[in-house]
Each structure stands twice: as structure tokens, then as C-alpha cells.
């Protein structure tokens, strides 16, 4: 069983559910604790994205050390590569209205995990999932004048692959003057710090703590 301690230096049904995913063979189930509740999350080996990466527990882990600092209670909220479903989990128990975004292929895992968690009253809002494909175009499927979000949050989206560019302009697409990105991950490769340096000359950026390789970073738009 794995709970969610991790510590960053600072710095049944009748009928199957709409949500319940075409699962050929399960990973893992692993248990975590945040916000005082315990959060059941599935693995799966059938797509990339469906297993825990590691940088979502440090960015839980702060984002439930830190409330005072990162005030997500009736805040307007987006994930970028949403996974497993963690980080909308913790974010939506603290508050936040919260808007999950991974490819269509992992939206079956994903829903699975955030409905099983959030549900029951457990949240004063109901977490919304959505395909989002990253790219320069998103004006077109996601105007500006149509979203305004407080926070932006991600958890290890940048690792080998060859969609970092977009990644970039997705991030500058929905982080608008007023929203705040937290962005957490593992620093693996080189191109991952290419990418970091192209993430500070986008944004106005510090790091909110770093542990080792691993970094949670804040950024404001450059207005």
C-alpha cells in the first residue's frame, strides 16, 4: 500500500457505469491519503498514460501543505495530462471546480478514478473530464473568451516525447492574465531542460520547491 507522505523540501453496479473503462489487464490498485481522505486509484497497462507517474504525489503533497499559499477552494481549475486521475482528485477534495484533460484513450481510466473518488458529497464540485489534444491551434476548439481559469496544473507531461513544443503552446493558450500554472515533474532527459528553459522565457517563473530532480514550478503569463 503506498500513501501519499511524500514530502518535498518547500522552496458494484447492476450495469456498467458510463465512466467504468474497457479494462484488459489492471496494474495495480494503490491507496493515498490527502485532504483527509483515503483515495482508492486503478493502474492500468493498456495505455501510456494510465499508470502513476511520480511527480503527482509531490504536487498533492504540496497542494495539501499548502492551502493558505495555493487557495483552491471555489477556484476554477485545469489539468493538463490528467492520468490516473490524481491530481484532479486532491485538487476537487480542496475545493476547486476542476476541469481534467488527457487524450481520448485515457479518459475511460481517468473517469474511473475521479468519479470513484469524488463522489457521495465528497466535493462541493463535480470534476468535469475532456479530450484534449495538445497543440497550436486551440483557439479554434477552446476560443479564450470561453474559459478563464485560476490555476493550471500538471504532473510530469514532459518526458520523451515529441509533443513538447505543443505542450508549450498549450500552456501559453490557457495560462491568461490572472491564472496561476503549477507544473511538477521529474527531470529525466536533456530535452527536458530545453523545455524548462523555453518554460522560463514563456513565463514568469520561480520554483515552489525541489527535491532532487524533482521540481514544482509556479508561472504567471507575460502580459
Same mark, same amino acid.
Request: proline share 4%; net charge negative; charged share 20%.
Given at each position: 500500500?503506498?500513501?501519499?507522505?511524500?514530502?518535498?523540501?518547500?522552496?458494484?453496479?447492476?450495469?456498467? %457505469?458510463? @465512466?467504468?473503462?474497457?479494462?484488459?489487464?489492471?496494474?495495480?490498485?494503490?491507496?493515498?491519503?490527502?485532504?483527509?481522505?483515503?483515495?482508492?486509484?486503478?493502474?492500468? $497497462?493498456?495505455?501510456?498514460?494510465?499508470?502513476? @507517474?511520480?511527480?503527482?504525489?509531490? %504536487?498533492?503533497?504540496?497542494?495539501?501543505?499548502?492551502?493558505?499559499? $495555493?487557495?483552491?477552494?471555489?477556484? /476554477?481549475?485545469?489539468?493538463?495530462?490528467?492520468?490516473?486521475? %490524481? $491530481? *484532479?482528485?486532491?485538487?476537487?477534495? %480542496?475545493?476547486?471546480?476542476?476541469? !481534467?484533460?488527457?487524450?481520448? =484513450? /485515457?479518459?475511460?481510466?481517468?473517469?474511473?478514478? $475521479?468519479?470513484?473518488?469524488?463522489?457521495?458529497?465528497?466535493?462541493?464540485?463535480?470534476? +468535469?473530464?475532456?479530450?484534449?489534444? @495538445?497543440?497550436?491551434?486551440?483557439?479554434?476548439?477552446?476560443?479564450?473568451?470561453?474559459?478563464?481559469?485560476?490555476?493550471?496544473?500538471?504532473?510530469?507531461? #514532459?518526458?520523451?516525447?515529441?509533443?513538447?513544443? =505543443?505542450?508549450?503552446?498549450?500552456? +501559453?493558450?490557457?495560462?491568461?492574465?490572472? *491564472?496561476?500554472?503549477? @507544473?511538477?515533474?521529474? #527531470?529525466?532527459? /536533456?530535452?527536458?531542460?530545453?523545455?524548462?528553459?523555453?518554460?522560463?522565457?514563456?513565463?514568469?517563473?520561480? #520554483?515552489?520547491?525541489?527535491?532532487? +530532480?524533482?521540481?514544482?514550478?509556479? !508561472?504567471?503569463?507575460?502580459?
Amino acid at each position: 500500500m503506498r500513501t501519499g507522505a511524500h514530502q518535498t523540501k518547500p522552496v458494484q453496479q447492476d450495469s456498467p %457505469l458510463a @465512466w467504468v473503462p474497457n479494462i484488459y489487464s489492471r496494474l495495480s490498485k494503490d491507496i493515498y491519503h490527502y485532504s483527509g481522505q483515503k483515495i482508492v486509484i486503478y493502474e492500468s $497497462v493498456d495505455t501510456f498514460g494510465a499508470v502513476m @507517474w511520480p511527480a503527482a504525489l509531490p %504536487l498533492c503533497f504540496f497542494l495539501d501543505d499548502n492551502r493558505q499559499r $495555493v487557495k483552491l477552494q471555489e477556484k /476554477e481549475v485545469l489539468e493538463l495530462g490528467a492520468g490516473t486521475g %490524481l $491530481v *484532479t482528485i486532491v485538487a476537487s477534495l %480542496l475545493g476547486a471546480s476542476v476541469t !481534467a484533460t488527457d487524450l481520448p =484513450e /485515457e479518459l475511460g481510466n481517468l473517469s474511473y478514478n $475521479v468519479m470513484r473518488n469524488t463522489g457521495a458529497g465528497q466535493c462541493s464540485h463535480m470534476p +468535469k473530464m475532456e479530450a484534449l489534444a @495538445w497543440g497550436y491551434d486551440l483557439e479554434h476548439t477552446h476560443p479564450t473568451s470561453g474559459f478563464r481559469y485560476n490555476y493550471i496544473l500538471a504532473a510530469d507531461v #514532459v518526458y520523451h516525447h515529441d509533443f513538447l513544443d =505543443e505542450l508549450l503552446a498549450t500552456m +501559453k493558450h490557457f495560462c491568461q492574465p490572472g *491564472t496561476t500554472l503549477i @507544473w511538477a515533474n521529474k #527531470v529525466r532527459f /536533456e530535452s527536458d531542460i530545453t523545455f524548462i528553459d523555453n518554460f522560463k522565457n514563456t513565463f514568469y517563473t520561480s #520554483v515552489l520547491a525541489e527535491d532532487g +530532480k524533482m521540481r514544482i514550478f509556479m !508561472a504567471t503569463c507575460r502580459e
